[in-house]
């Protein structure tokens, strides 16, 4: 089926241990997202890529760098894991938002302990 | 930017139409509103988008007032399947102000 693929789906982590989330879209999408949700805080912007080749910051980037290895996949990466990263992490894709909304993947659960 | 607002949780019964309402304050001129579903242990999935006026497509309405200061989602018929958040998106040029969701319960 079309759509988001994310891997892994659980992890933890020690604290200060690295790790990169992966993500893969098969509908040609220019734009990919990665979000973190939390309880009670609804989904926050981590990173966003509006093209192939370019990345921006969103709402919370610090402890995260992403890379968009080509059209179709972007990674997430914690280089040195924190509690406080702990969360549901959401990878997301869209070809023009406002017009189709964004297609989210099915998350990846991290605990850092 | 813009801040959503909108229920924590609400109830309704099967069979009934349920109205969900966001408040957005400081919504821009080209700020669109869209409404997404999310069931435990899945991504959020798109219900309805909307600018101005009324939206209807095949699972729910929207409906916003000339102000657009706010929205409401409305759900035709409820079932025990849309027991689910439902959250209110505000997208501002990427910049992306989610509600906190409104957790939505249907009894039988």
């Known amino acids: 089926n079309a759509g988001v693929t994310q891997t892994p789906k659980f992890q933890v982590l020690k604290t200060g241990q690295s790790m990169t989330l992966q993500c893969a879209q098969d509908m040609n999408h220019n734009s990919m997202y990665w979000y973190r949700q939390d309880p009670g805080m609804g989904l926050r912007l981590i990173y966003y890529?509006?093209?192939?080749?370019?990345?921006d910051k969103g709402e919370v980037p610090n402890g995260y760098n992403v890379s968009r290895l080509n059209k179709r996949e972007f990674s997430l990466r914690l280089e040195s894991a924190a509690p406080s990263q702990t969360s549901v992490y959401f990878c997301?894709?869209?070809?023009?938002?406002?017009?189709?909304?964004?297609?989210f993947g099915s998350g990846t659960r991290l605990t850092v302990v | 930017l813009a801040k959503t607002t909108q229920p924590i949780s609400m109830d309704s019964y099967e069979g009934q139409e349920v109205n969900i309402t966001c408040s957005h304050n400081?919504?821009?001129?080209?700020?669109?509103i869209t409404w997404y579903q999310q069931f435990p242990s899945q991504g959020p999935r798109f219900i309805i988008q909307g600018y101005k006026t009324k939206v209807t497509n095949e699972v729910a309405s929207l409906f916003i007032p000339a102000d657009r200061k706010s929205s409401t989602l409305s759900l035709p018929r409820v079932s025990l399947s849309d027991t689910a958040v439902y959250y209110c998106l505000v997208d501002s040029n990427y910049q992306l102000i989610w509600g906190a969701g409104t957790k939505l319960i249907i009894k039988p």
């Open positions: 890529s509006a093209s192939e080749g370019t990345t």
């Open positions: 997301a894709s869209s070809e023009d938002p406002q017009y189709s909304g964004y297609t």
């Open positions: 400081n919504i821009a001129t080209n700020d669109y």
